[in-house]
């Protein structure tokens, strides 16, 4: 019974409840909400915001923030793209390649964030301004037209996006799954997920307890770096087409994926059931809202409310003045004299 009640008060039961609710309430507006072909096809193009935010966990649980994944996505899209149609390299060498550069991106900065003690939000946002800008510098090494994006990539390639299990599920949803059960073991299974809840607990008990604080918050941005590779390439392979703007709008729908997962925005606690959970949510919504008549310019709007009201909400939760004045202790009644019996 206890068990029973732990399920139904945890925060991903809630969201759990929101993905329901808005399969009931979109599919009553609209009925090709629920057409499942119809809704993962949408879906796809939301799936990289759901892989990113599963490694961005990591680095808010540390107590940081990274509001760069979105221009390693761009920068992935282009590197592949280059490398591939100007250089002759093999498309999927050149997806290990940019592997490798989004890994080296989550390092640079993670290692500013844990070394030299800069805020995280700094490090981030001119990351996120300098991969943006080698994206531009990569396109202009290529023949293609920048604004043209570089197209015409190999079927095998193609066929990421395009090959579908049971005939309906896109492998990209399954790739998600697969990370999603992969992310959740590495935080919740293993002695290095331990040891990222630590250092977003208390980083100074952790130094001492023996943990390279600095190389756990380090490798978390690396995790983020890579996260954010893995969904440029599936979002070039879906899209067929390489540009280095990709990914520009992804920062506000990643954080408020993984805070409305139930990740602090001050560290110490989270998960990625959560998050992905949150995700897939947001996506729900956004295509619910654009099925029934919200211009694409305008979706951004209600993520914007939902984060503010979530941080708000959670905000006052954990704000002891906040609790005392709205859970004050009754007062105790006064106890009746007894008279005295003679």
């Known amino acids: 019974m206890n068990k029973l009640k732990k399920l139904f008060v945890r925060w991903e039961s809630f969201l759990v409840l929101i993905i329901f609710l808005e399969f009931v309430v979109f599919g009553t507006l609209n009925s090709k909400f629920l057409n499942i072909t119809r809704l993962f096809n ?8 759901c892989i990113i ?12 923030m990274d509001i760069q994944a979105g221009s390693i996505v761009g920068l992935t899209s282009i590197v592949v793209g280059v490398l591939w149609n100007d250089a002759g390299l093999n498309i999927f060498a050149a997806c290990a390649v940019a592997l490798i550069a989004g890994g080296l991106c989550g390092a640079l900065s993670g290692f500013f964030v844990a070394f030299t ?12 301004f300098l991969y943006s800008g080698l994206a531009l510098a990569v396109t202009n090494m290529s023949a293609t037209e920048a604004y043209q994006g570089i197209s015409n ?9 395009k090959t579908k ?10 790739i998600f799954l697969v990370l999603v059960v992969i992310t959740y073991i590495l935080l919740h299974k293993t002695n290095y997920g331990r040891k990222v ?7 100074n008990a952790a130094e001492f307890s023996g943990i390279n604080s600095r190389l756990i918050i380090m490798s978390t941005y690396v995790l983020s770096g890579v996260a954010a590779s893995i969904a440029g390439i599936l979002l070039t392979a879906y899209l067929g087409t390489a540009k280095a703007d990709l990914g520009a709008e992804y920062t506000l729908p990643i954080i ?27 996506g729900l919504l956004r295509i619910g809202l654009n099925l029934n008549g ?21 905000f006052a939760g954990t704000n002891p003045k906040l609790r005392k004045f709205f859970m004050k202790k009754k007062k105790p009644e006064t106890v009746s004299k007894v008279e005295k019996v003679d």
């Open 42 to 49: 949408s879906l796809n193009q939301f799936l990289p915001i």
């Open 165 to 174: 299990v049971f005939g309906v599920v896109p492998m990209q949803f399954v």
């Open 53 to 64: 935010s599963l490694a961005v966990t990591f680095v808010m649980i540390t107590g940081g």
């Open 256 to 282: 408020t994926a993984v805070v409305l997962g139930g990740t602090s925005n001050s560290g110490g606690s989270g998960g990625v059931i959560g998050s992905a959970l949150a995700a897939l949510a947001i």
């Open 294 to 314: 919200l211009a694409t310019q305008y979706l951004d709007i209600p993520v914007g409310v939902l984060l503010v009201l979530v941080v708000s909400f959670r």
């Open 153 to 161: 990539f190999p079927e095998a390639f193609r066929a990421i996006s």
């Open 117 to 128: 003690g800069v805020q995280p939000m700094v490090v981030t946002l001119g990351g996120s």
């Open 197 to 203: 809840f630590l250092c977003g607990v208390n980083q």
